[in-house]
Every structure is written in structure tokens, then in C-alpha cells.
């Protein structure tokens, strides 16, 4: 079972000089329990899925094509009261910054107390329940940190409470938008172990973001591998860490041999560019940076798929 | 937080001081002794010298300044020339009147002004917006005395909704705040379009802040993230405009009060240099000065009653 099934979704934003493709026929599945890694370099469209599936797109943002299920529903149907219904609730979101992510004027009490508004317990229970989170990420004294104001903490801090309030409504789905991409390499390791923990306690699924290919190794079940707005590969991470079948994707393992265990922070460098996704080429969207590039990568190639691995690369095609 | 306040408490007393030391010495470099012109041309040099004698006038002019101070921060402005009344007591009894105006005026701009700057911000680029975004600048636009004046005319003489001169019957409440509304709304119809433009700038950088997009994604209402999450934050600038727009205020109190033949300080100054009363002027610049004053070192206390990152950073 699939908690989240993307289909052929395309987005395009309204830009200056034309419209630009951020997502083109993207297809990710989201299977029960699974934490499902996202990799792509910066640009290319990570944040926009997120926001499509959340429906919080910018103003100049639309979804041109295809479908987004979730629990029995297309998100890309769902009205405004349905949409806010499920956001905090099913699906729960931490962004990549937790600097700016809490309102600096608004206690964490006070934070967390309104994302509970639905729950219908009363005051003193929605209390006691953000003091457990609180507890449950290890902030320590929790009691006096409700009291407190964002601006107070440190950001792995402030990530952990970020975290508390996107799991307090036990969603059935986390998205985490690069979780520790703003904070110190050491404080890594303990909030990943942390999301995880929290993760398998609850019993949701997970689409993690991520440029850090060695903690989408550790821990993803499934990989996605993106490229301007493009799905190029995905497939379990045994299949996408050891058997690489599209040549972005070797080449961004291949930048670091061992690069599975390696603690890589940052997405290898490839030469060449992204392309004009306001221009979009015909065909294979790799093409230009591709070293295997032939006549043939002008057509767009269908995708292979095979136990789950899925690749769109013609050196595959039969 | 006491911190913070009892260090702008005794930066605004220092501000106030620099003031009276600015007013001693314009007074000090006017042509003319104060005398002569208290007793006007008939008198004899023998009442002139009595007179600066008396006033502390033939003392070194560092000493008289101390005097000033000391005296001024006591409470004692001197008298006044036409009835020898105390200046502080003529001042302090038309402050009230100037309060209330200002106050009035006050709640004009805010009652209106930030509904309106928030309703704007959501809504925006629409026809509503535009419309509202033209007549903010218009009203901006407009002195203050020119809408006293056609409020005037409008409300009050050709349509007789609302009373035209004086402050209402005195003990009568509800007659006096009758008084009230036009020469409230003249004080503060200009501040109505300056907050509404503040309110609807801050609201909508607000609005794309990373928190608001948190909000959203919790799923919080549009009306919780509205008024809650980004209105109590984009409000923090116009509490400071307001702070320093009093100023303005004051000066627009000082039109309305004529036109509408209300009693007040603007009124009392007005008076007051129509018959070269210059204890009685410089006496009520001071009383202003320190008014401005003081309700900006509010305005700064209520930022950083609302704002904890102000709160706790001083
Ligand atoms: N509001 C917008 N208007 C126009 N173009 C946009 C808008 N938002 C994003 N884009 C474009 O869409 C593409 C995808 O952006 P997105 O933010 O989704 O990338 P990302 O993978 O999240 O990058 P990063 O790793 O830097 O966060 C980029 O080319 C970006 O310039
Ligand atoms: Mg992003």
C-alpha cells in the first residue's frame, strides 16, 4: 500500500520571458512505513514537489498535469477546506531552516497549543501533550522551554521543536524539506536518529529531502534521484546505491567512491550546467551533461522499469 | 525589561533637558530684553530694572539657566504675562482637551487604518486594494485643516449630524465626544492612509515570511495566520510610526482646535503669540516637547512589551 502516489505531476511557474517547467511528469511512490529519499542538486525542483503536494505553491505556481493521492484522495482535486484539514493533521511538514520557521512574537506554548485546534481535547491536555513532545525530543527542561520564545534556542533547538509539532498530530506522513542542511554537521547525526525514532514510534511514512547521498543511504528505503524537474531513476536504495542504472546517478556516487558510508554533506559537483528550464530541450533532459550522450537521447526515452527500479535512459531500453 | 525601561526613561530626560537647554538659549538670543517687552513701551527704566531683578534677569546667564532648569523640571514655568498666572497652570489646563484630540485621532487612524492595511494585504491587486491603495495616498495627501474645514461644512453645517465649534457641554460626557469626532477626524484621517499603507507593506513581506509558510503547513486557518501570526508581528513598525507621528498630530491638533473653536494647548499657543505672550508660548513648547516625548518612550515600551525579541534583548 502506497500512502502517497504521485502520477505524471507537472508544474510550471508564471516567471518574467515565459513560463517556467519546475516539475515535469514527476512519479514517486510513498509506499506504508517507508522513508523514501529525495536527491537532486539545488534548482532542481525539490521544494516545488513539497509544495505541490501541499498545495502551498506560490501564487505564481500551477499544477499543469497529474495527480497526487493520498489516502483515497487526489490532493490536486481537493479544495482549500480539505487541504487545510490534512496539512498538520495527515501530512506534516519541517522545513529546511528552523531559524525563521517558528512566528518570533508567539511562545512555543502558544505554537503548539494552535496546531492542535482540531484535536478537541481541552486546554490542559493540549499542554500536557506538547510537554510530551517537548520530552520525546529531548529538550531539555521542557516545562520552562513552552514558556519560552523561539528567538531563545539554538537552531538544532529550534529543529527539534520543529519536529515535536510536525509529529505531535501523529501524521501518517512526514516531509522533511533537508532537515539538517542549515545546521552543524554534529548536530546532524542526533536529529536524523531522532526523526527516525520518532518515525518507527508512530508508524508514518517519510519523503526526506536531501543533497547528503551518505544519510539518504543510511536512512531511505527507497531513492529518488531528480534532475531539473525530472525523475531520472528511483528504486530501492540497495538498487539505486549498487546498481545505478542512469549515468547521472553513477556519476554522482561515482564523484566519491564509498560515497554510501561517507559522510558527504553537499551533492558532488558535475561540469556542465542545469539546462533553461523556461527552454526546455526535446528528448533526454541529461543529455547535454551526459558523457554517453548519442542521436538517440533527442527522443525522450520511455521508462524502463523493472522489481521496482525504474529509470528513464536509452541505454536501458531493450 | 525594567532594564530597558529605566534606561529609555533617563534617555528621554536627557532628550528633554537638551530641549529646555535649546529653548533657554533661543529665548536667551531674542532681540529685546523680556522686560520691555513684558511691560510694553510706557514703562520707566526704573520697573524695567525692578522687573529683571525680579525675573533673575541681571544673574550670570549660566546661573539663570540653572534657575530655568531646576524650575522647569519642579513643575515652574514662570508666570504669564497678560493675567500673571502661573504658566505651568494655564498649560496643564487646556492639556486635557489637546489629549483628548489626539487620542481621538488616534483611534480614527488605528480603528481604520489597520483593518484596512490587513484586509488590503490579503486581498491584494484586487479592485478593493487599488481603490483603497488611491485614496490612502489621497488622504495622506490632504492637510489636516482643509479636511477639518470641509468636515466642518460637511457634517456639521450643511448636513447637522455632528456639532460644529466649541468642546461640548462641560460635565456632559457623551456631548463632549459628540465634539469630539470631527476635529478627531480632521487630527487623524491623514494617519487613517499612512497606516493602512504601513500596515499592508509589513503585512505582506510578513506574509512570505518561512514562519507563515510553517503556519501554513500545519494547517493553522487563514484567519488564525492573518491576524495572529502575521498581523501582531507586521503591526511592530506602525506602533514606532505612531510613536513619532505624534509630533504631526500636534500640529494638526493646533488647526483643529482653531477651526473648531476648541479649547487646547494648539489653541492656547496660538493665542498666546497673537499677543506676544512668550512665557506663556515657550512654556507650552516645552509641555509639548516633553508630551512628544514621553509618548514615544511609550511607544518604544509597547514594541518591546509586544516583541520578546526586543523584550529580552535590552
Ligand atoms: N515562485 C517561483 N517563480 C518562478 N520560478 C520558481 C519559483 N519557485 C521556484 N522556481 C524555480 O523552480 C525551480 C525549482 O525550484 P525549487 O525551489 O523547487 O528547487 P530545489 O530543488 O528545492 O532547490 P534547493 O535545493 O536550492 O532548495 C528553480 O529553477 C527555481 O528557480
Ligand atoms: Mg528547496
Redesign the pocket.
Known sequence: MNVLEIRHLSVS???EGGS?Q??KDVSIDVPEHCIVGVV????????????SILRL?????SIDAGSIHFEEQDLTQAGRPKMQDIRGQRISTVF?DPMDALNPVLSIADQMLHIQYRSGLGRKEKNARSLDMLRRVRIPDPESALKRYPHEFSGGMKQRIAIAMAMMMEPALLIA??PT?ALDATLEVAIIKLMKDLQSHIGCSMLF?S?HLGLIAELCDQVVV?Y??EVLERGTARQIFHNPWHPYTERLLDCDPGSQSSRMRHLPTIPGE?PD?KKRQEGCIFRSRCQFCEDICHAMPDEIQSNGHHVRCHRRSP | MLIYSLKRLALAVLIVSAAMFLLFTMIYLIPGDPASVALGPRATDAMREALLIKMGLDQPVWIQFWNFFTNAWQGNLGNEILSNRPVADVVMEQLPWTLALIAGGMVWSIALGIPLGCWTAVKRGGLADRAIGVLSIAVIAVPSFVVAIYALLIFAVSLRWLPAIGAGDPGNLGDQLLHLVLPSLAVGLGWVGYIARMVRASMLEVLEAPHIRTARAFGLTDRQITYRYALSIAILPTVTLLGVGIGQMLSSAVFAEIVFARPGVGKLVYDAILTRNYPLVSGAVLVTTALFIAINLIADLVVGYLDPRVRSRL
Do not use: R, V, W, Y
Open positions: 511557474f508564471a516567471a517556467l519546475a516539475l537532486g542538486e539545488s534548482g532542481c525542483g525539490k521544494s516545488t514537489l513539497i509544495n505553491l506560490p501564487d505564481n505556481g529546511q524539506d533537508e542542511t529531502i543533497h531528480m531539473a524537474g542545469i528550464l
